[in-house]
């Protein structure tokens, strides 16, 4: 009965590589999030999709690509990984109708 | 533009003492502000939230925050610190809520010592 799910749960890669993670949620909500939180425990939004839709990208680089196939799934494709990419990634979901964010358990990618 | 500032990257209290973690908020509406607890290896979880109704907030486990306009703070507090408490907190701002941006502080451990 997890509510926002998210694979792998690490992600261990090789510069210039080619990495996606998979987010589920199955709480009915219409807004999915990735979050990126750096080493310092900085979290910081990446993308925000409303119903399959972008609404919000706060200047990540091109080589992330969002991808919402529909409302419950909101997948994360890096192209070009870079050393600086290591970070834990976290999706979360929202209802329009409450503020209150979930989150999934979080990716830690490592680059090397 | 929004923004939150937690004072103090590491706090330490003593089991059964008081928690105190501060926040202070920038934003240019009446704002939205959340408490969030990350433990290790998970992702954050909501401790509580202000929308403008109460200024004195419950939250789960015993947490509580105060929302203080004249001072632009938001700090947490909980009477009497436990062991389980030991986590990451994190102060949250939105200027609408929903599915609009919420601005993440940088965080807080506390650490709880027996």
């Known amino acids: 009965d997890t509510a926002v799910s998210q694979t792998p749960k690490y992600l261990v890669t090789q510069m210039g590589n080619d990495k996606s993670i998979k987010c589920e949620q199955n709480l009915g909500h219409d807004t999915m999030y990735w979050y990126k939180q750096d080493s310092k425990k900085f979290l910081k939004i990446m993308f925000s999709?409303?119903?399959?839709?972008?609404?919000i990208n706060e200047t990540v680089p091109n080589r992330f690509s969002p991808k919402s196939p529909d409302k419950a799934h909101l997948n994360l494709h890096i192209n070009s990984l870079e050393l600086g990419d290591s970070a834990v990634y976290f999706c979360a979901s929202s209802s329009s109708a409450n503020e209150k964010l979930f989150f999934g358990s979080g990716t830690q990618l490592s680059v090397l | 533009a929004q923004s939150v500032t937690q004072l103090g990257s590491h706090v330490s209290v003593s089991e059964g003492a008081l928690v105190l973690l501060r926040c202070n908020y920038s934003?240019?509406?009446?704002?939205?502000l959340f408490w969030y607890v990350q433990y290790p290896n998970q992702g954050l979880q909501l401790l509580l939230k202000?929308?403008?109704?109460?200024?004195l907030v419950k939250g789960i486990n015993g947490f509580e925050a105060e929302f203080k306009k004249s001072e632009t703070s938001f700090h947490l507090t909980k009477p009497s610190a436990h062991m389980s408490d030991a986590a990451e907190y994190f102060c949250?701002?939105?200027?609408?809520?929903?599915?609009?941006?919420?601005?993440f502080g940088t965080g807080t451990k506390l650490q709880v010592i027996p």
């Open positions: 202000y929308t403008s109704a109460a200024t």
């Open positions: 999709y409303n119903n399959k839709e972008l609404i």
């Open positions: 934003s240019s509406v009446p704002p939205y």
């Open positions: 949250a701002v939105s200027e609408s809520g929903g599915y609009q941006k919420v601005t």
